[in-house]
């Protein structure tokens, strides 16, 4: 695993988001997302983060799917 965590090509990190992917049961982690660099170089807002928590749950809800 630490071969796929070397594996980024992105060296100008300026701005990342990073969560948790829970699945129905909210209590233990499927999986984790990582956002590097809004497009643009914008700040990430209040919106992005609302964004970003309902793709996560998307995510946790197709992993159980898939289960």
Do not use: R, W, Y
Request: charged residues 20%; glycine residues 10%; proline residues 3%.
């Amino acid at each position: 695993m630490k071969a796929v965590d070397n594996l980024s090509t992105s060296h100008d990190v300026k701005n990342f988001l990073i969560g948790p992917v829970f699945g129905t049961n909210k209590t233990t982690p499927n999986g984790i997302i990582q956002f590097i660099n809004k497009k643009g170089g914008d700040e990430i807002g209040a919106s992005d983060i609302q964004k970003f928590n309902e793709m996560a749950d998307l995510i946790g809800m197709s992993i159980d799917n898939t289960n």
